[in-house]
């Protein structure tokens, strides 16, 4: 099911050869390149541009090198895709969200969505009750919602990939019913639209032009063109629903919305933490400090009694999630000793002169 599992470029090996002092050339080439970019004035289309033109050139570059002297296509694809994660990566704070009207567009949708949580059901949105699975529905909101834990382009188009598919194959199944035609666009939209809905993915606009203006455009094709399609449509239609687009009156959908916005606004006021005025001035970086902590541990103090079904599935996502990336971290340590972390922090540097940070060996 993961889209990334069977051929995920080998980014290390990339930056291996990059070390070599044969890539003198190379390092010279991109250096160059990430410093001019960041002279000019910030315009997504014409970022775009050079990014593509630059990365079609280095392919051709790379053909030709030494260091892939006899190489493969899946070699030199291999290395263009390790090429694109770097620069993206160094270049990401200049190219992603990089206007305001991106940034509204953004607090827009997620609000938008954080409204129709609160009552929009699938029938609203005409799904099939074939596709009425709440365990793949919770997969593939988990899967959208990793988006932004990613810079590179491609890693990010891997998020939609592996929620489209979840998607994907719950219309397989329901085809192969007995009494359901087989499925199509018009049950897939639906359905992409109601997970996205459930993951109010952060900065959902942001992400989505990222990936159309800085993804390899030779890779935006067939299967994976027909997912960021869909995902682009999803993302208009929550942007401009409405009553009519929900098969409701008017009148009924305003009532929906405006007891959304009363419940959000009474939520965050009982959310916020009472104290005693003699207990605040003291008190009010400690509180703080303890919010933020519990934000992101919110059940540390839990009692197994009180969790729900929706949290022990939360907690379960959140287990096999920790548990595959302290695998992939664990193996990757030991095959290599090296933090990618540090690897794509703004410190690091192609120099086929500088050791890459290895960890101290006991």
Not at 333 to 359: A, G, H, K, T, V
């Amino acid at each position: 099911m993961d889209f990334s599992s069977s051929s995920s470029p080998d980014f290390y090996g990339f930056l291996d050869r990059m070390r070599r002092p044969a890539a003198a050339d190379l390092i010279r080439s991109i250096k160059s390149f990430i410093v001019s970019f960041s002279l000019n004035a910030t315009d997504a289309e014409e970022d775009s541009k050079r990014v593509q033109e630059y990365l079609f050139t280095m392919e051709a570059t790379i053909k030709d090198h030494p260091l892939w002297v006899n190489a493969s296509y899946e070699e030199i694809d291999n290395a263009i895709e390790g090429l694109e994660k770097f620069i993206m990566t160094k270049l990401f704070n200049r190219t992603f969200a990089s206007s305001p009207e991106d940034s509204k567009i953004d607090s827009d949708i997620s609000e938008k969505i954080r409204l129709l949580q609160c009552f929009i059901k699938p029938n609203h949105l005409d799904v099939p009750r074939l596709l009425r699975n709440e365990a793949s529905w919770l997969l593939a909101v988990k899967e959208l919602q990793k988006i932004n834990a990613y810079k590179a382009p491609r890693e990010k188009l891997t998020c939609i990939m592996n929620c489209c598919q979840v998607i994907n194959n719950l219309l397989l199944n329901a085809s192969e019913s007995v009494h359901h035609a087989p499925a199509g666009a018009d049950e897939f939209l639906p359905a992409l639209i109601y997970i996205t809905i459930k993951a109010n993915p952060p900065q959902l606009h942001s992400n989505l032009k990222f990936v159309q203006l800085f993804r390899r455009e030779t890779k935006l094709i067939s299967e994976i063109e027909y997912y960021l399609t869909n995902l682009i449509s999803a993302k208009t239609f929550i942007l401009n629903i409405n009553a009519h687009s929900l098969s409701m009156e008017e009148d009924e959908f305003e009532n929906h919305m405006r007891n959304a916005k009363l419940a959000i606004e009474q939520s965050t006021t009982d959310s916020r933490p009472q104290m005693l005025d003699s207990d605040a001035v003291g008190s009010r970086r400690k509180g703080k400090e303890i919010i933020a902590e519990e934000a992101r541990y919110p059940f540390l103090d839990a009692n197994p009694e009180e969790l729900t079904s929706e949290d022990v599935k939360i907690l379960l996502g959140a287990y096999k999630q920790l548990v595959n990336r302290y695998t992939s971290l664990s193996a990757a340590l030991r095959r290599l000793s090296l933090d990618e972390n540090l690897l794509l922090s703004s410190s690091y540097s192609l120099s086929p002169r500088r050791d890459p940070p290895f960890r101290e060996r006991k």
